[in-house]
């Protein structure tokens, strides 16, 4: 199975700063249809996991610019470039390209 | 809107049996496939199973390969998770989602199975 590395595994930001999560894959995750196959997930306190990015750029329905994911290949970074105090929680970071899909042991990001 | 309401967990014993189920509403849900991923308490996430629109495809994490079993009526615009001979480590909060290329995109809010003597 692809192995996901997260890091750091917790992160406190002062609102309005950037924070930056970083993953890395095990096995690199282009496919031979040309896409990358990386999602970031967050999961607030109490709730469900929410999709934030599919393949590793774009954003999911309602997910505010303020989020930009990037990367190739096996290092890809999620930055928040001014946070607020509704984006605490745990990141994912999942790969989607060989089954079965495997998670980031998580990232959690706490507002100081 | 998505809406995926799951139902079934609860607590059982080692090796018991149980099924959950996961009520669709808001797409058309033959035309998604849907996948099933766990939450060990207090720990992170793991997909766990899915399967295609149809229900001829399925997939499985090795964890429970040979002892669940993923279904779905697409008439009932529901999805089921067959557990069986479960584990102390099965014990978690289990989400369905819709999917597409078996990533999990809109979760339903999870249900706790919970394996203890």
């Known amino acids: 199975d692809i192995v996901m590395t997260q890091t750091p595994l917790s992160l406190s930001v002062t609102p309005g700063q950037p924070a930056s999560i970083s993953c890395k894959s095990s096995?690199?995750?282009?496919?031979?249809?040309?896409?990358?196959?990386l999602y970031w997930y967050l999961q607030k306190p109490g709730q469900s996991p929410q999709l934030l990015m599919y393949?590793?750029?774009t954003r999911f329905s309602g997910v505010p610019d303020r989020f930009s994911g990037s990367g190739s290949g096996t290092d890809f970074t999620l930055k928040i470039s001014r946070v607020e105090a509704e984006d605490v929680g745990v990141y994912y970071c999942?790969?989607?390209?060989?089954?079965?899909?495997?998670f980031g042991q998580g990232t959690k990001l706490e507002i100081k | 809107e998505v809406q995926l309401l799951e139902s079934g967990g609860g607590l059982v014993q080692p090796g018991e049996s149980l099924r959950l189920s996961c009520a669709a509403s808001?797409?058309?849900?033959?035309?998604?496939?849907m996948t099933w991923v766990r939450q060990a308490p207090g720990k992170g996430l793991e997909w766990v199973s899915a399967?295609?629109?149809?229900?001829?495809?399925?997939y499985y994490a090795d964890s429970v390969k040979g002892r669940f079993t993923i279904s779905r009526d697409n008439s009932k615009n529901t999805l089921y998770l067959q557990m069986n001979s479960l584990r102390a480590e099965d014990t978690a909060i289990y989400y369905c989602?819709?999917?597409?290329?078996?990533?999990?995109?809109?979760w339903g809010q999870g249900t706790l199975v919970t394996v203890s003597s």
């Open positions: 096995q690199s995750l282009l496919h031979s249809d040309g896409k990358t196959y």
């Open positions: 999942m790969q989607g390209i060989h089954l079965p899909y495997t």
């Open positions: 399967i295609s629109g149809s229900g001829d495809t399925t």
């Open positions: 808001g797409f058309i849900f033959n035309t998604y496939a």
């Open positions: 393949e590793v750029f």
């Open positions: 989602a819709q999917a597409i290329r078996w990533v999990p995109v809109s």
